[in-house]
């Protein structure tokens, strides 16, 4: 039994009328007619009472109708569904970040993408950058967002974001009343840092640049993420140096001062496979036109 077996079996049911039915199905009599009796042979039934003038449903053909008009739409569902799909129009999405991208650019393409995708569900799973190369590889997450530099395996990646660094400071402390800060005056401050192996592309990059300017800071405490980085900030245990991007979080008790002249960048990258299904496109060009 085919679908197209049950289309011509409700055009007759519903036409009554053989000749009617293959109008509308734009096909000719004879092959409609021929097609019922295919029909009622696999059925094993008898579907129509069929007189000189008109046609009529037996009580097999009146129960096989309702059956037959839900396979139907249920094919056409499907269909549409596929269809959607395909188009990147339906289905779900799985992002793995790295913390700092949801410190300002991933809450921005959410809501964006969220407008435009109202039937896509997305699946969110913070990680350290050096594991988003493996939860690719594993099919757990279909784009990420990490710390550049960071380990690619066989992916791509896109940078998306930049950050610059600034000096996180008790608000009380006697710097924090200039403006601007120089690398240099991180000479004589106690430091408080984030474990290096958090986002070691990240510490590496902080690292160079202080080194560039003659500055070898001793990091008293080490905190295990960049939110307890500043709680130690805020309780008169160091300075840190951070990403501005963590600037927006606005910590009582924390105050953020840009450095003059510094120009390190902390790049901020989308991962993705070499090759993509049409909703990570368009979850990616969503991803562009927000960073535009």
């Not at 000719?28 to 042979?41: G, N, W």
């Not at 960048?265 to 990616?284: C, D, H, W």
Request: charged share 25%.
């Amino acid at each position: 039994m085919e679908l197209r077996h049950l289309r011509y079996f409700v055009a007759v049911a519903e036409e009554l009328h053989f000749g009617r039915a293959a109008k509308r199905l734009r096909i000719s009599q004879p092959p409609l007619s021929a097609q019922i009796r295919d029909l009622e042979d696999e059925v094993g039934a008898r579907l129509f009472e069929r007189g000189t003038r008109n046609v009529d449903l037996t009580a097999a053909g009146r129960a096989f109708f309702g059956r037959a008009k839900d396979l139907l739409a249920r094919a056409e569902a499907a269909k549409s569904e596929a269809n959607d799909i395909g188009r990147g129009e339906l289905g779900a999405i799985s992002i793995g970040y790295t913390t700092t991208a949801m410190y300002e650019l991933l809450p921005r393409v959410l809501t964006a993408f969220r407008a435009e995708r109202t039937r896509i569900g997305i699946t969110l799973a913070e990680m350290p950058s050096r594991a988003l190369a493996g939860a690719l590889d594993e099919g757990r997450i279909d784009v990420g967002f990490a710390c550049l530099p960071t380990e690619l395996g066989h992916h791509v990646a896109r940078v998306v974001d930049e950050d610059r660094m600034v000096i996180a400071l008790p608000e009380r402390h006697p710097l924090a009343r200039r403006a601007k800060l120089r690398l240099r005056d991180l000479e004589t401050l106690e430091m408080v840092g984030v474990r290096p192996t958090i986002e070691p592309g990240w510490a590496k990059a902080c690292e160079v640049a202080l080194a560039n300017a003659g500055v070898f800071p001793k990091i008293l405490q080490e905190a295990d993420t960049k939110l307890a980085l500043l709680g130690l900030v805020a309780a008169g245990l160091g300075a840190a140096v951070v990403s501005s991007s963590l600037a927006t979080l606005a910590r009582t008790g924390v105050v953020f001062r840009p450095i003059q002249g510094d120009k390190t960048r902390l790049a901020l990258g989308m991962l993705s496979r070499k090759t993509n299904g049409p909703l990570v496109k368009q979850f990616m060009r969503v991803v562009e036109s927000v960073r535009a």
